[in-house]
């Protein structure tokens, strides 16, 4: 198993998108960009993939214990911080209002079809 794949696998499992990930990294002084980040999520045999190194990846795990633990001056419960990201990506989402409009451009002027080829029983 590759850095890539240690890296990707932890990017689904913690539901971390680019921006919490530069952040994660800006934690331990490590600077990255997004597009730089976006190679190592690519496919192997895609143009513009990189592979990820070993000092990509552990910047990235130090950065993630100060995340999800905290400081030792300002500790952290990481069920709290994992939790609170989850509301947050939930409240985040817009809720869909697709019925609602359906409803609002239903014609409600239908009357009763009476159908000319009704079958004799």
Not at 17 to 30: G, S, Y
Not at 32 to 54: T, W
């Amino acid at each position: 198993m590759s850095n890539n794949d240690i890296f990707k696998k932890l990017r689904v499992a913690l539901m971390l998108r680019d921006d919490d990930i530069v952040e994660i990294l800006k934690l331990v002084d490590f600077k990255i960009s997004k597009s730089e980040l976006g190679a190592f999520f690519r496919k192997e045999d895609h143009p513009n993939y990189m592979a990820c190194g070993d000092q990509v990846l552990r910047n990235f795990l130090n950065g993630l214990v100060i995340y999800l633990r905290g400081s030792k001056e300002n500790p952290k419960n990481p069920g709290d911080v994992l939790m609170r990201k989850q509301s947050a990506a939930k409240s985040e989402r817009p809720k869909p209002v697709y019925k609602a409009l359906q409803r609002k451009n239903m014609d409600k002027d239908i009357s009763t079809v009476k159908y000319k080829n009704k079958k004799k029983s």
